[in-house]
C-alpha cells in the first residue's frame, strides 16, 4: 500500500529557507512521478513543480524557478522540497503527491499528509 | 499557463439532493480534467481522472462528463459525508493548474 508521510510543521522568519520532506513507503521513489502542491490559508491548490521519472527531469512553476528545489534521498526512499528566500506569501501547507503511473499527463493519485510552513517575524 | 474557471465559487443543497459542479478551460485541454475532494484539514483525494473515470474505490453516485472546454462534476445523491470543497484540475499542460474550489455544504 503506498504511503506518503511528510516531515513535521515548520515556523520560519522572512529570508530563511525550509526544507520538507516526503518519506514513501509501498512503491519505489524513481517508479512513478512525484509531486508538490502548497495551499494558503483558506485559499486554492497551487502546483510547485514534480519530478516525471521517464525523462528523469524536474519540472517547476515558472513562479517557483530558483526558489524551490525538488531532492531525492534513494536510499530512504524519501523526496525533499527546499524553498529559499522565505516570505509571509509562502506561509500554506505543503503537501507531496504520487502521480498515477502508467498514464499520460499528472493525475494525483496519493497524498502526503501536508506540512504547514509559517513565516512570520 | 491554462486557467481554469470553476461555479459556483460555494453550493448549498439538501441530502439527497442532485449537484453539480462545472470547470471551463481557457483552451483545449481534450478529456485531460480531474476532479478531486477536500474535506477540512485533510489532503485532496482523487475522485474523478481523464474527466469521466471513477478512481478505484470512490462511491458510483459521484461522475463526470466533458463537452469541449465545459466539464461538469456530479453527485447524484449528496451524502452527508460529501461535505467538502472541490477542485477541477487541468493536466493537458504543464504547469498543472487547479480550479478555484466549490465549497459543499448541506442545507
Known amino acids: 500500500q503506498v504511503q506518503l508521510v511528510q516531515s513535521g510543521a515548520e515556523v520560519k522568519k522572512p529570508g530563511a529557507s525550509v526544507k520538507v520532506s516526503c518519506k514513501v513507503s509501498g512503491y519505489t521513489l524513481t517508479e512513478f512521478s512525484r509531486h508538490w502542491v502548497r495551499q494558503a490559508p483558506e485559499k486554492g491548490l497551487e502546483w510547485l513543480g514534480g519530478?516525471?521519472?521517464?525523462?528523469?527531469?524536474?519540472f517547476y512553476a515558472q513562479k517557483f524557478q530558483g526558489r524551490v528545489t525538488m531532492t531525492e534521498d534513494k536510499s530512504t526512499n524519501t523526496a525533499y522540497m527546499e524553498v529559499i528566500s522565505l516570505r509571509a506569501e509562502d506561509t500554506a501547507v505543503y503537501y507531496c503527491a504520487t502521480g498515477k503511473p502508467m498514464v499520460r499527463g499528472v493525475i494525483l493519485d496519493y497524498w502526503g499528509q501536508g506540512t504547514l510552513v509559517t513565516v512570520s517575524s | 499557463d491554462i486557467q481554469m474557471t470553476q461555479s459556483p465559487s460555494s453550493l448549498s443543497a439538501s441530502v439527497g439532493d442532485r449537484v453539480t459542479i462545472t470547470c471551463q478551460a481557457s483552451q483545449d485541454i481534450s478529456n485531460y480534467l480531474n476532479w478531486y475532494q477536500q474535506k477540512s484539514g485533510k489532503a485532496p483525494k482523487l475522485l474523478i481522472y481523464d474527466a469521466s473515470n471513477l478512481e478505484t474505490g470512490v462511491p458510483s453516485r459521484f461522475s463526470g462528463s466533458v463537452s469541449g472546454t465545459d466539464f461538469t462534476f456530479s453527485i447524484s445523491s449528496l451524502q452527508p459525508e460529501d461535505i467538502a470543497t472541490y477542485y477541477c484540475?487541468?493536466?493537458?499542460?504543464?504547469?498543472?493548474?487547479f480550479g478555484q474550489g466549490t465549497r459543499l455544504e448541506i442545507k
Open positions: 519530478f516525471d521519472p521517464e525523462s528523469r527531469e524536474t
Open positions: 484540475q487541468q493536466h493537458d499542460n504543464l504547469p498543472i493548474t
